[in-house]
């Protein structure tokens, strides 16, 4: 997609003026991976080398790769970027590193930027059923399944990036004699819709035969890489996220074929859905019977080559455990996914009924989670790949609606002639309540360049299926911070507005640059999208969801109650302010910050960098002009961004 500046997808407003856009980005960061920087998955129990047979299908978690089998965490293990995969949950390869940033060594060039290395393994023996030595003529082979990422068909209903034609994904084995990486296989980039027409398939199964004596031995690895070149950006700040792979179903083992391409092996597609219409999560206090839908849409897989016999059942749970609904589909055959491409057709199972209501307590004032886990069975005991045979959903009620899943998959803006664009957001109200807050989700960008988009906080009522009248609209500008554990940045209201029936949320944006909010794919919700950028609203016709929350009553106006940070968590104070000679800097965080770790920069009015040097407390401006100046403090460690703008007086 190197023809499309930074895999933007644009689409024109209205289908037909060229002064409106909405434009899609990929992500300079994300917010997964870098949440988990503490939060390394578990590492192996014994801290030995694993044994055969080496298996993830990277069902049952998110974040990075699990410890136990994997080495480093540049992947990224998600439900969401992958199209169709052979059971729910990927690993995606990018441009991205195991902090979720961009890649150091990322530029227009090719360059490495993801691995996936496996542990040791001991491939010199196995222990199962009984202990024996093992070689080449035990025909050990590994398979796996990939796909390019960028998605396929309209190009406003994709997600990520593809990878050019010179880009590449490869995979090799380690040599622990020769201490060397040995390439095996190696696919070059395309598009999906390319892809699916050559395979056939929206992901290609791959067996490679471990022939080579050298690797049977105590110390044995692979690994996949990928090789990416950024998009040459025509703007600052949109080089993002490119040349995404996905990976799913790896398995080692011994006794294989080069044929052997089925599994006994009954499991689930996509992610656990919500129970809710349209929202992901919902105000305790607007909850309604007519909230809930009718039925879930669970997508079901068979790796078999036979027919095999299956039982659905999901069970809900409050928070104390206690279950408060159950449902049983029963057993019923599920025909073979392979060669037609067929999932469970069976209703009972692919559409469960929904015939209860959460017993939400609408007056409690507090957040409540009711838990929804969804069990597919082969027979009665199951198959040996249990892991993907479960998918949950935490259901939530607190203070906030959310079309969206907390995960942005891309970074969403207009483009306009204008220097004023609005964007609207729709809610429907089921009782009258008080908007007191809004969170909003804005992905970081390279240098912070979507810090300095200036815009007015504005709700709308509604005018017959489109935003009407203002109802509130900010007496000062607001602008795109990054929220920090889960990325939401609370923007609190001057003043409450007492709200009923559908209202709208969103900004006046006050600059033509990209603003870069962040759009989710998991939760397709486009006809609650408008903006405009003259006299009329214009629907969005791009598959997602804004990741922007209308957040009610007193407790919202305090801090992100559903998150735990406070509004004002972290400062970064100037002073004398207008200065002369020299400036004092004051960065006031609930994190213990090494110095060591902060670097600090200045820009003029221009957005031209002055200086930048690591963060000491202090700042000599009396070789300055006069002027407004921005001062941004960034914690590499952390990726954190502080920003605080000074004058200096002449």
């Not at 899609?24 to 044994?51: H, P």
């Not at 196995?126 to 399944?145: M, Q, R, T």
Request: hydrophobic share 40%; proline share 4%.
């Amino acid at each position: 997609m190197k023809d499309i500046i930074v895999g933007i997808f644009m689409v024109l407003g209205a289908f037909g003026t060229a002064e409106a856009q909405e434009m899609l980005v990929g992500l300079e960061r994300n917010a997964m991976l870098y949440n988990a920087e503490q939060q390394i998955a578990k590492t192996r129990k014994d801290g030995g080398s694993l044994t055969l047979p080496f298996f993830d299908d990277f069902s049952n978690y998110g974040g990075r790769p699990q410890g136990e089998l994997w080495a480093d965490g540049h992947a990224f293990v998600n439900g969401g970027y992958g199209v169709f995969p052979p059971t729910v949950g990927v690993a995606t390869l990018d441009a991205l590193d195991g902090k979720g940033v961009l890649h150091a060594l990322a530029q227009t060039s090719l360059f490495p930027a993801d691995t996936l290395t496996s542990n040791p393994i001991r491939l010199d023996s196995i222990f199962l059923p009984y202990p024996k030595a093992i070689g080449v003529e035990d025909s050990v082979y590994l398979s796996f399944y990939y796909q390019p990422g960028g998605g396929y068909g309209n190009m406003w209903e994709r997600v990520g990036n593809a990878p050019a034609y010179e880009d590449s994904l490869i995979l090799e084995f380690y040599d622990a004699v020769a201490l060397r990486w040995n390439m095996v296989w190696a696919a070059n980039g395309m598009e999906l819709d390319t892809f699916l027409v050559k395979n056939g398939v929206f992901f290609k199964h791959v067996t490679v035969a471990v022939t080579d004596r050298v690797y049977f031995t105590d110390g044995f690895r692979f690994r996949f890489r990928n090789y990416c070149s950024l998009d040459r950006a025509a703007k600052p700040g949109l080089a993002a996220n490119t040349d995404q792979w996905n990976i799913d179903y790896v398995y080692l083992n011994t006794g294989r074929s080069a044929v052997d391409t089925v599994v006994r092996d009954i499991a689930f597609v996509m992610p656990a859905p919500s129970f809710l219409n349209h929202f992901l999560a919902m105000p305790a206090r607007q909850f309604r019977s007519s909230s809930m839908k009718t039925n879930a849409e669970m997508l079901i897989t068979n790796l078999y080559s036979d027919v095999l016999e299956c039982n659905y059942t999901y069970v809900v749970e409050d928070e104390n455990g206690s279950v408060i609904e159950t449902y049983s589909g029963g057993h019923d055959n599920i025909l073979p996914f392979y060669p037609d491409g067929v999932y469970q057709t069976a209703e009972a199972h692919a559409k469960p009924p929904i015939n209860f209501d959460f017993p939400v307590q609408q007056q409690s004032g507090r957040s409540q989670t009711f838990t929804i886990k969804h069990v597919i069975k082969n027979g009665i005991t199951g198959d040996l790949h249990s892991a993907n045979d479960t998918v949950v959903y935490s259901q939530v009620f607190d203070n906030y609606f959310a079309y969206d899943d907390g995960m942005p998959e891309n970074g969403y803006g207009l483009t306009s002639t204008s220097s004023v664009m609005w964007l609207a957001y729709r809610f429907d109200l089921n009782t009258h309540d008080t908007l007191t807050a809004i969170d909003m989700f804005f992905n970081q960008t390279m240098n912070g360049v979507n810090s300095e988009v200036p815009f007015y906080i504005t709700v709308w009522g509604d005018d017959d299926g489109k935003p009407g009248s203002m109802l509130y609209k900010s007496t000062s500008y607001a602008y795109p911070e990054w929220g920090g554990e889960n990325g939401y940045k609370r923007y609190v209201l001057e003043k409450p507005v007492r709200v009923d029936g559908t209202i709208y949320i969103g900004f006046e944006q006050r600059s033509s640059n990209f603003i870069n909010l962040g759009f989710d794919r998991s939760n397709d919700v486009r006809q609650f999208i408008f903006y405009k950028t003259g006299m009329e609203w214009q629907q969005s016709i791009l598959a997602g969801a804004l990741m922007m929350r209308p957040c009610f009553g007193a407790r919202a106006q305090v801090g992100i109650a559903h998150n735990n940070v406070a509004v004002n968590d972290v400062k970064l104070r100037v002073y004398p302010n207008p200065a002369k000679d020299m400036l004092k800097i004051e960065l006031n965080t609930n994190i213990i910050i090494g110095a060591e770790q902060l670097q600090m920069s200045v820009y003029d009015s221009y957005g031209r960098c002055l200086t930048t040097k690591a963060f000491d407390g202090e700042l000599d401006v009396s070789g300055f002009k006069g002027g407004v100046y921005l001062l941004r403090v960034v914690d590499g460690e952390r990726g954190q961004l502080y920003s605080a703008k000074f004058i200096v007086a002449k």
